[in-house]
């Protein structure tokens, strides 16, 4: 069982930056592929950040080059570093963790609203 708490969100002004992190409880974190997701109001959640157990990721189009994700196995704890943030990265992100269809976890998410 793994239990995942996002943090980290907040208000920002377009151009601004933000980090969150995701603190994950249990064992065996390194072998989780990591992932955080968000979900606008009114739409589909979306996956927009991928880390896998050795560290390579994937992004989303919509946000390549100005979120960058990473993972720290010694702290049990993934980050996502946005940048240059624009307004419609507002939603909330969530925190997932993979392993397999019975080993897949999700965190109660945080919110992030951009606007000036």
């Known amino acids: 069982q793994v239990q995942l708490v996002e943090s980290g969100g907040g208000l920002v002004q377009p151009g601004g930056s933000l980090r969150l992190s995701c603190a994950a409880s249990?064992?065996?974190?390194?072998?989780?592929?990591m992932g955080w997701y968000r979900q606008a109001p009114g739409k589909q959640r979306e996956l927009v950040a991928t880390?896998?157990?050795?560290?390579?990721?994937n992004y989303a189009a919509s946000v390549m080059g100005r979120f960058t994700m990473s993972r720290d196995n010694a702290k049990n704890t993934v980050y996502l570093q946005m940048n240059t943030l624009r307004p419609e990265d507002t939603a909330v992100y969530y925190c997932?963790?993979?392993?397999?269809?019975?080993?897949?976890?999700w965190g109660k998410g945080t919110l992030v609203t951009v606007s000036s």
């Open positions: 249990g064992s065996n974190f390194p072998i989780y592929t």
């Open positions: 880390i896998f157990g050795d560290s390579s990721t």
């Open positions: 997932n963790a993979f392993w397999s269809r019975s080993s897949d976890y």
